[in-house]
């Protein structure tokens, strides 16, 4: 049976550009394979392990429609109505308060409804389809270059095996690194392994900036394998390859696609307080697969189910030089915000500044909200002027972090966006206001972990003027403490093992 294009009733005046409308109430056909069909190795590059909107496919409408006649591609509803619940099935949201209507001119209902939370990636509505590949898989071996000279830590290399073992048995796996320890590296066998095996590899991160630096990391490691690096607004969204780097948001395009996903700073904003981003991963993954989880401050819960054995876990507590992390130092500056107002810092963060300035050692300057850092990048300008401000949505934040990594601006005063991922080597830091709730703990210990990276530079200051202490921060202060005492121990348990 051949699936009839045109429902009269639901579109009187359908368009070939438009689509097709659907109904909640439309069984979608699901015809059977037609192996005979000549189908279209390009359409399948671009669906394959995906859901799309019709938007999204470069393919005329007619080729699209071939597909699904003869069983390659299949549509699905994008809301589901269940129990007066509506539920997208791009991004998972249940939250009935996120979903809108309109009067809809595709599907011709007073009451059409979309889904707001996941609005910017084009609009998922009661009469949208999904279009997703139903057809043979994209299997391809391909020969893995792998360019790497360097050496592990004994701890990466016991976390790197472990790493590859989960793969081999497809299993979740969490690797708890200290900020420093080198948690990339410990991948490269592992994505060796996945790669020569013809498994499809995603490594996921909240962060765009993260992305941007990974991605020509790897390219170099893996100098002849498609890499396609996945943000808002990258050229290489389209493109079909065997290593994905994708922001998680970018991952809610995804069905069933990957074979290995890797996700980088499970706990950093906004993947751990949104639960769209965790439902992305467990979408994108296939169902026989595996998932590894990098972080340095789990959550409470999880660091509980590991020490439960409930969730496996590997630790690697030294840095990859074997220097302990810098143990943040608590200032107490008074209300600096007071002082702000009056165009001024407190007295200490000048000194700071000053000390800093004179040492030529570049540091990041910390502070808790947008709104400040003009403010502050006025009052630091009056020592120098290369001083920079550099905020998530500032339009010039490229090339200001490229012009922070030369060594062109002595300090940057940044909200918490460069946290992760961006690594000067040789840097102090500072955070003005550390009490403010912007900070949690996990993002104090970042912060933190931006000092000391490289072996030739292991050491330097953190300082947290305060005005009041905060949980978070005595937290912070404890994990790293906490992290330097393991690493210490099992230095000892090596030394007196080679003594035996
Ligand atoms: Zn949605
Ligand atoms: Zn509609």
Known sequence: MRFVLQDERLIPTFSVHEGLPISQHQTLPHTPLNKQFNYSTQLQQHLYGKELLLAEIPFPLETLHEHVNHGYVQLSHGITKQNYI?????????????????????????????????????????????????????????????????????????????????????????????????????????LEY??????????????????LELTPRLKKVFPNTKIAALYGGSEDRQRYANLYISTTHQLLRFKEAFD????????????????????????????????????????????????????????????????????????????????????????????????????????????PSVAIIDNVVDICRHYDERIEGVHAEDKQRKEKVQRFRNGEIPIIVTSTILERGVTIPNSDVAVLGSEDDIFTESALVQIAGRVGRSAKYPTGAVLFFHFGKTKAMVEARKNVKQMNEMARKSMETMDSSFNK
């Open 260 to 367: 290995v996903i890797i996700v980088d700073e499970v706990d950093a904003f906004p993947y751990s307080m949104d639960k769209s981003l965790q439902y992305a991963v467990q979408k994108a993954r296939k169902q026989i697969s595996s998932l590894i989880y990098l972080t340095a401050t789990p959550s409470k819960q999880w660091k509980k189910e590991v020490q439960q054995n409930k969730r496996q876990a590997v630790k690697i507590p030294a840095r990859y030089h074997g220097h302990p992390l810098p143990v943040p130092t608590f200032i107490w500056c008074g209300n600096w915000q007071k002082r702000l107002k009056k165009k001024t810092l407190p007295q200490i963060v000048l000194k700071w500044l000053e000390n800093q300035l004179n040492s030529k050692k570049q540091a990041f300057l910390f502070v």
């Open 86 to 190: 509506y539920i997208c099935k791009r991004c998972g949201s249940d939250t009935q308060s996120l979903f809108a209507s309109f009067a809809c001119s595709r599907c011709g209902e007073d009451h059409c409804h979309y889904c707001r939370n996941c609005i910017m990636m084009g609009r998922v509505s009661e009469c949208t389809p999904f279009y997703r590949w139903v057809g043979p898989e994209i299997t391809e071996k391909t020969e893995v270059l792998f360019d790497w000279e360097g050496e592990l830590s004994q701890g990466q290399a016991y976390a790197s095996k472990e790493v590859v073992t989960a793969i081999q048995g497809n299993r979740e796996l969490l690797v708890w690194a200290v900020c420093g320890a080198g948690k990339t590296e410990v991948l490269f066998k592992g």
């Open 194 to 211: 996945s790669l020569l095996q013809g498994k499809r590899v995603c490594i996921a991160t909240p962060r765009t900036d993260v992305v």
